[in-house]
Structures are given as C-alpha cells and as structure tokens.
C-alpha cells in the first residue's frame, strides 16, 4: 500500500508541500485531487479552524468547581472584585442565601445579578421572582436584559407570571388575585431589592415574603441596621430560619436593649455567615470628589416672623404636655416644615385645625398663624435656587421631604421658564418611568421627595440641591447616594440651603463641620449612628434638644455637644475603616 511521508503532510505554521510523487502502477487522479484539495484547505476547511475549534472547547471545560462559569457568558459587564468577591462568597460560602449590604453606590444590584446568572448557567435555577419597589421595576429589567443576557419580563397582567424570570413590585404582588397565584408555586431563587421594608414582622411584607416557598434567596439593603437589633433578628431569621436561634435566645445572647448590642464579636461572627457589606473606602474602588457648597440665606422680615411664631407655638405645646415628645410628632414636623415652605407648612395647619374643638385654645394660636402665612409674599429659597439653577446651566436634582414644597417649586420654576419634573412615592411605576426618561432627556430639573428619591441611579446627573435637610443623617447619604455612586464620570456638587437663625443653620453645622459627612466618601456614617444612638435616635436627641432649649445660646452649646460627640466617634471609625 502506498504510504504518505510525514515531511510530506502540512505542518503547523507553514503552507502545505505538494505531495512528492510516487511510482505507482495504478490511476493517479486521486494524487492530483488530494494535492488541489490541501491546497483550498481540503473538504474540512482549514487546519487553523479546527484548531481555533479545539481551543474554544478547551476554554468551556470547568477547570475548578469554585470558579465562576458566568464570567465567560458575560460581554458587556466587567465587574468590580469587590462584586466578584461577593458572588464567589454567596455560591460557596452562604449556599445561594444571604443579605447584600453594601454602602449605597456599591453595586449590590450587579452583585445579585451575578449571582443569578451563575447559578442559571449552571443549570440550578430556572424559575425566578424578583420583588423592588414599583420605581425600579423597568430599571432592574433593563439591567438584567443588557448587562447579564438575563430574559426578565416586568410583571405588568396576570399572565406575565408564567414567565421564567419576573420582576415585580412588592406592592403588586401581595395584592390578591396575584397572592394566592405566587404562593401556590414554587421559586428557585427570590430577590428583593430595598429589603429593609421587611424588617418589621407583623408587616404584611413580611408575612408574605415569610410564606413565599424559595430554595435561593438575596435580601438587597444599605441600612440592614438602623436603631433595632430586633429589626436585624427579623431580617435573618427570614433569610435562615433558626440562624440566630429563637427570639429569645437572640436577646439572651446578643441584646442588652433594642440598640445596644452585647458579645459583639460572637455576633459579628454570626452575621457574617448570612450578610455581606462592602464599604467605600476598603477596596480599590474609586468615586469621583464631592464638593459642597454650603449657601447660608437670610429670611424676609414675614418669613421670620412666621418662623418665629411656629418655633414659639411648638415650644408651648411641648411644655403643656409635660415634656411629652412621643405626642408631639405632628408639631416636630411642623417645625421642620417651616424651614422648607409656607405652604408646607399651611397644609398641615389646616388638617390640626381640623381635628380640634371649635373652643380650643390651641385652635386660636393655629389660625394666628395662618394669618401669618398670609402675609408671606416671597420665598427666599426657591428664589436662591432659581439662581444656582441657572449659574450652573445643567441638570439638577432638587431634594426637599414635603409633598407641598415640592408642588409650590414645580409651579414656581415653570412660571419662570425652566423645564421641570417632579418624582414623588406616590407616583405608579409608569409616570415615575416617564418622568425619569423626561428628566435624562429634556428637563434641565427634577425635584424629588425622600420616597422618591429611593432606589433611583442619577448617574447622568452630578448637581444635587438640598432644599430643606433630614435630621437623620443617614436620609441625607442616601439622597447623594442618587448621584454620587459607581458610573458617575464626574465630581458631584452638592448644595446646601440653609436659613440663618434657624434650627436648620445649626443642624447643616452638626452635619457639615462635626461629622464632615457630605465629604465621607469611606463610609462609616452608619457606624458612627449605630455607635451613638445606643440609648436615644439623633433624631430623637436633637427634636429635645430644639424644644427644650431656653435661648439660642443654649440651643447652640447643647447640638455643638452632640457634634462632639459624633466627630470622635467619625474619627475612632475613619481609623477603623482606613489602613
């Protein structure tokens, strides 16, 4: 039989030889064939193909079981390590249940679609149900569909459940006919976004998360943590049913009181079984700088005096209830509304006024100062903020916590020709969509509230003005937290109004000079808080302070001893926190 030398066969890297010939005593045809063939590439294509081929089979082989298979099935995502770190943690370390914590700007969403896709790639999820809040339904769509190659559908008619993968709101969800319907199946892994709305257990979010049959679960939240370890019980007992034991073995073991933790490193070493939280500041992610601008206002003689006599009424009321702050709450508010709007501060007038006897002494002192309000004619800051408005000539977020101030700003910009938006929690999912795309593409401002502003990703945006402050400082991260996170390509510029010879002057002075927090891009802030509020809220802390004090001077040394108090523990945690 006639053999083919191996010099005569193609070698890699070089161009196929022509085949020697050989003496034969039959046809020859088939010599020509083959050597016309090697030189096209042959019937089977071309050698470096098959290579190629062999190749690409080499790298879908699992090299390692700990590895993470999605990584190859992704083409628009890079992730952070932190991310990948915490996927490898939750597949390996937590079996597909655990809290994602992260700092607010981190990335958890990313985090959890990592995770999902991982355990779709290998095969061990098929059908999913993820619960957000109706703002972000289309945004975690979206993410799913272009970064992940994730076949989300957003629930919008019954039939949508039939869908593998869902994305739905909590609210829709628990709401019959689509209760019954979601409790009768079964889910390979449930996600919730914005978890901490579960942490009370007698919620109905609670309960039905609670009876809700999953194999894997993710509870997304940045504030796990806020005043009651029992909040952080629920949460995880949710999450890892007998994890911490029962409610009582948890306060035998972990409480001294509601806020105030004891056997802490036990307790941390528990906690890291079931939750993962990534801080700015301990990783090699970087932020874009903050820049604060702190823009001190003086009031009008009118809105002084309406000032003054709100801050006079609230102060007598707390005296004639023997210091009773718990029945006080309506006129807290009522002091904070008066350093945001005069309108604000009419609506809730009108509803007290409402609820009392016509004889009522108290009742005569609220229409004293409705009067008042009648003689305001201007409103110092939307007309300073008109002007930053248009200084800057970009897009801005205008933050207040009212209802009311955020219609009388909406009517007020719109009056002087700037395009406008406003996004509020009591949107449904669809206008809070069409007021999203209005803003990234013609209106120059949107003006949310604090149950708007949660969850929603400003990247495109870097002004943010706060025109009026929370008294938790924590409210106050989440609101720059919109648009000083991962993707902001440039430095945020926060603005602060702040009206002098108010309340509202000394607490931007806590904020801004004893915590330094608009700038505490490491984190930390909500360690600082837990470390404080031990015994008593900021919040709580501060509203007795404002109506007990008896000058201003007095009101000044009482909050200049809180700030102390905060900036020691600000600095104990940066020590922490940093190398």
């Known amino acids: 039989m006639t053999q083919l030398s191996r010099n005569s066969l193609p070698q890699e890297g070089s161009t196929p030889a022509p085949l020697l010939p050989v003496p034969l005593s039959f046809e020859r045809n088939w010599l020509h064939d083959l050597e016309s063939k090697l030189e096209k590439g042959g019937p089977w294509g071309d050698w470096r193909l098959s290579r190629l081929a062999i190749q690409g089979e080499q790298s879908g082989l699992v090299t ?94 019954s039939y949508s459940w039939g869908n593998d993968i869902v994305v739905a709101s909590m609210d829709t969800a628990k709401r019959d006919p689509h209760k019954e319907l979601l409790l009768s199946s079964e889910f390979d892994m449930l996600i919730i976004d914005e978890a901490h709305k579960l942490k009370n257990k007698k919620s109905t979010n609670y309960q039905f998360v609670q009876q809700l049959r999953k194999k894997y679960c993710l509870l997304l939240t940045a504030t796990p943590v806020q005043n ?57 992610v970087t932020f874009t700088k903050r820049k604060v601008r702190n823009i001190p206002l003086t009031l009008s003689p009118e809105e002084k005096a309406l000032y003054d006599g709100v801050t006079a009424f609230v102060k007598d009321q707390y005296q004639e209830s023997g210091g009773n702050l718990s029945s006080m709450l309506s006129l807290v508010t009522l002091q904070r509304e008066v350093c945001s709007s005069r309108d604000a501060v009419f609506i809730t007038l009108v ?6 006897p016509a004889d009522s002494p108290k009742r005569e002192r609220m ?38 101030t955020q219609e009388y700003l909406l009517q007020y910009f719109r009056e002087h020709g700037l395009q406008c938006v406003s996004y509020s929690g009591g949107m449904n999912r669809g206008k809070k969509d069409w007021m999203m795309d209005l803003f990234r593409g013609r209106a120059q401002v949107m003006i949310a509230t604090e149950a708007g502003g ?26 720059i937290g919109r648009v000083h996170r991962l993707g902001q390509q440039n430095d945020v510029v926060i603005y602060n109004l702040s009206t002098e010879g108010t309340i509202e002057e000394h607490i931007l002075h806590l904020l801004h000079e004893k915590i330094n927090m608009f700038e505490m891009v490491i ?57």
């Open 523 to 579: 984190g930390g802030l909500d360690v600082i808080l837990e470390r404080f509020e031990k015994k008593e809220s900021l919040e709580k802390s501060l509203y007795k302070i404002m109506l007990e004090a008896r000058s201003d001077e007095e009101l000044r040394s009482s909050l200049d001893h809180i700030g102390e108090s905060l900036s020691e523990l600000s600095h104990e945690t940066r020590k922490e926190i940093m190398p």
């Open 454 to 479: 949660e969850g929603i990703n400003l990247q495109f945006c870097h002004h943010m003005i706060n025109f009026d402050l929370p008294w938790n400082p924590m409210r106050v991260e989440q609101r």
């Open 64 to 157: 390692s079981f700990d590895e993470l298979q999605c990584m190859k099935h992704l083409s628009g995502l890079s992730p952070l390590p932190h991310q990948l770190d915490t996927a490898h943690k939750v597949l390996f370390e937590m079996s597909g249940r655990a809290i994602l914590a992260d700092e607010v700007g981190l990335g958890k969403t990313i985090e959890a679609g990592l995770v999902l896709k991982e355990y779709l790639v290998r095969g061990l999820v098929s059908k999913v149900l993820i619960l957000v809040p109706a703002s972000l339904v289309l945004q975690w769509v979206r993410e799913l569909n272009t970064k992940f190659g994730i076949t989300a559908v957003a629930q919008k008619k």
């Open 367 to 404: 229409m004293d100062l409705l009067q008042s309000i009648r003689t305001v004619k201007t409103n110092t800051k939307a007309e300073k903020t008109m002007e930053l408005i248009r200084d800057m000539n970009e897009k801005v977020i205008v933050f207040t916590e009212y209802r009311a």
């Open 351 to 356: 509803n007290l006024i409402k609820k009392l």
């Open 228 to 284: 009651d370890l029992g909040e952080l019980f629920n949460l995880i007992t949710l999450l890892k049913p007998g994890q911490l034991g029962n409610q009582g073995d948890f306060a035998a073991n972990f409480v001294v009181d509601k806020r105030q933790p004891k056997n802490e490193v036990q307790l941390r070493g528990e906690l890291s079984k079931v939750m993962i939280r990534n801080r700015r500041g301990e990783g090699p």
